[in-house]
């Protein structure tokens, strides 16, 4: 079973989120804020993850893209951001540093998330 990692500070969209996942056969972890979502992130070294930009705790998406994506093991892992920042600013950034796709929360369902989410994983 594939493990996602989802860092979304959002509880309603995380738990519904989850269920979807769960439904499509995904084992799911969820941070609420960036300082557990990188802990849990290098610690499970999970097979994807999904990150929203806005977070509490000092750590933001971007920071945690980086931090990710400076590891040997992060170099590779599938990174979706999935957030409500629709500005070129984010998603440049997001882009530079090198995540696999950009969903903006308002224009997508949770089971576009799930597809997309599995075409980035090549499953």
Known sequence: M????????????????EIK???ADFEVTIAYNGEDGGKIAFSDKPDA???D????????????LKE???DDWGKNVPI?????MDDIKH??????????????????TL??????????MHI
């Open 2 to 17: 594939n493990k996602i990692l989802l860092i979304e500070d959002d509880k309603d969209l995380a738990e519904a989120l």
């Open 21 to 23: 996942l769960k439904k």
């Open 49 to 51: 993850i999904i990150l």
């Open 53 to 64: 930009l806005i977070l509490p705790g000092g750590k933001d998406g971007i920071d945690l």
């Open 68 to 70: 990710i994506r400076a």
């Open 80 to 84: 979706l951001i999935l957030t409500n």
């Open 91 to 108: 998603i440049s950034l997001a882009v530079e540093h090198k995540s696999n796709d950009y969903i903006v929360k308002s224009d997508t």
């Open 111 to 120: 089971d576009e998330i799930v597809v997309r989410l599995k075409d980035r």
